[in-house]
């Protein structure tokens, strides 16, 4: 599927809710150490749009500066990675996993390689088990539905 605009998304809880306005480009993987911490995961996902074309449509994000260029955006109820902003552009990116389709977009770039775990590689061949039925059937999960009504 191709990146369009018009894509919505949000964080877990539904307090901060965006669509984009414009055709997200520039779609990354980055496993430098911000953004290692930043998602408490080995890597976080990006692609971004003209800050303009970042529409809140519930909420807005919290926001933490990482470093001297950047800020990074969360919601302040959930804790949900939402965006990353450089000071010096008109750009903003945001978490391709916050997406509610977070498959409309694939990476095209890896950048902070040398942070990357050596056991990232071998996570794709590990034995794979489906927990959606289990969460629906035992957990009653709370989190926001990838949509509004």
Same mark, same amino acid.
């Given at each position: ?38 998602? /408490? ?31 990074? /955006?969360?919601?302040? %109820? ?53 927990? %959606?039925?289990?969460?629906? %059937? ?12």
């Amino acid at each position: 599927m191709g990146a369009r605009a018009g894509l919505t998304g949000g964080c877990q809880c539904g307090a901060v809710r965006y669509r984009l306005e414009g055709e997200p480009t520039g779609a990354s993987v980055c496993y430098c150490r911000m953004c290692q911490k930043a998602s /408490g995961g080995p890597f976080m996902a990006f692609a971004g749009v003209r800050l303009a074309e970042l529409v809140f449509t519930r909420g807005a994000p919290k926001t933490f500066v990482s470093s001297s260029a950047a800020e990074r /955006g969360f919601c302040a %109820a959930c804790g949900t990675p939402l965006t990353y902003r450089l000071f010096d552009r008109d750009r903003i990116s945001f978490t391709i996993g916050s997406l509610d389709d977070p498959g409309a977009l694939a990476p095209a770039i890896q950048y902070g390689v040398e942070s990357k775990p050596p056991w990232v590689e071998s996570i794709f061949g590990l034995p794979e088990r489906d927990i %959606a039925i289990y969460i629906a %059937a035992n957990v009653g999960s709370r989190q926001h539905p990838d949509h509004d009504d």
